[in-house]
């Protein structure tokens, strides 16, 4: 089977499975927000960046609040978060160019997105498709490699080599989907330690599946 019509029956598949996880379990009231909390999550559980976030973005809620914080205060939120002196670093220009550059407002392209510090292309994906209901590419997170690798979808770790193979064969109305069902396959049975076949969904079709045919 060539892989379009392969990664169609997968999706159908993850769909009726985690038809509830189709949107990012981050928590957030404005675009604004979302960006931030993409930025704490690289290497982070998102479960974590919430508990930070609830606190942060009670106390600061404007792009000029952090573009005037200072680092010291924003550390007070963001120490219990792996790599948080980057990633605060980067929160706090990224405001500043929000101000210079785009009148305070986070912009819903690909391109203008990732001039922001800190913004590659998988947060400029996640905020552009979760905000602003759009999508310029696929965001491809360390549970999408796993699962495209296992799939036999992609070969290899690298993000944009991956997103370039998906893109081809994906259907641009799933392109949002395809990273939450691919993430929520991912927490659920298919992690980069280890995978559990036996209460997979797609164990009857999946290359790498333990489960006998």
Same mark, same amino acid.
């Given at each position: 089977?060539?892989?379009?019509?392969?990664?169609?029956?997968?999706?159908?598949?993850?769909?009726?499975?985690?038809?509830?996880?189709?949107?990012?379990?981050?928590?957030?009231?404005?675009?604004?927000?979302?960006?931030?909390?993409?930025?704490?999550?690289?290497?982070?559980?998102?479960?974590?960046?919430?508990?930070?976030?609830?606190?942060?973005?009670?106390?600061?809620?404007?792009?000029?609040?952090?573009?005037?914080?200072?680092?010291?205060?924003? +550390?007070? +939120?963001?120490?219990?978060?792996?790599? +948080?002196?980057?990633?605060?670093?980067?929160?706090?220009?990224?405001?500043?160019?929000?101000?210079?550059?785009?009148?305070?407002?986070?912009?819903?392209?690909?391109?203008?997105?990732?001039?922001?510090?800190?913004?590659?292309?998988?947060?400029?994906?996640?905020?552009? +498709?979760?905000?602003?209901?759009?999508?310029?590419?696929?965001?491809?997170?360390?549970?999408?490699?796993?699962?495209?690798?296992?799939?036999?979808?992609?070969?290899?770790?690298?993000?944009?080599?991956?997103?370039?193979?998906?893109?081809?064969?994906?259907?641009?109305?799933?392109?949002?989907?395809?990273?939450?069902?691919?993430?929520?396959?991912?927490?659920?049975?298919?992690?980069?330690?280890?995978?559990?076949?036996?209460?997979?969904?797609?164990?009857?079709?999946?290359?790498?599946?333990?489960?006998?045919?």
């Amino acid at each position: 089977m060539s892989k379009q019509p392969f990664l169609r029956k997968v999706l159908y598949l993850l769909k009726k499975r985690y038809a509830g996880h189709m949107k990012s379990t981050l928590e957030y009231s404005s675009a604004w927000e979302l960006l931030v909390a993409t930025m704490l999550s690289a290497q982070a559980q998102d479960r974590q960046v919430n508990v930070v976030t609830k606190k942060l973005f009670h106390d600061h809620r404007d792009v000029g609040d952090y573009a005037g914080m200072g680092l010291n205060e924003l +550390y007070k +939120y963001t120490k219990s978060i792996g790599l +948080y002196r980057n990633k605060s670093k980067n929160i706090i220009k990224a405001a500043k160019a929000l101000e210079k550059d785009f009148n305070g407002e986070v912009p819903s392209d690909i391109a203008s997105l990732q001039t922001l510090p800190g913004v590659g292309r998988k947060t400029a994906n996640v905020v552009q +498709y979760n905000w602003f209901g759009k999508s310029e590419g696929i965001a491809i997170d360390t549970h999408c490699i796993t699962v495209c690798n296992r799939l036999g979808l992609a070969k290899g770790t690298n993000a944009e080599k991956i997103e370039k193979e998906m893109i081809k064969i994906t259907p641009k109305k799933d392109w949002g989907n395809v990273t939450h069902l691919f993430i929520a396959l991912g927490r659920d049975v298919c992690t980069a330690r280890a995978k559990h076949c036996e209460a997979c969904v797609l164990n009857r079709i999946c290359p790498s599946s333990t489960v006998k045919k």
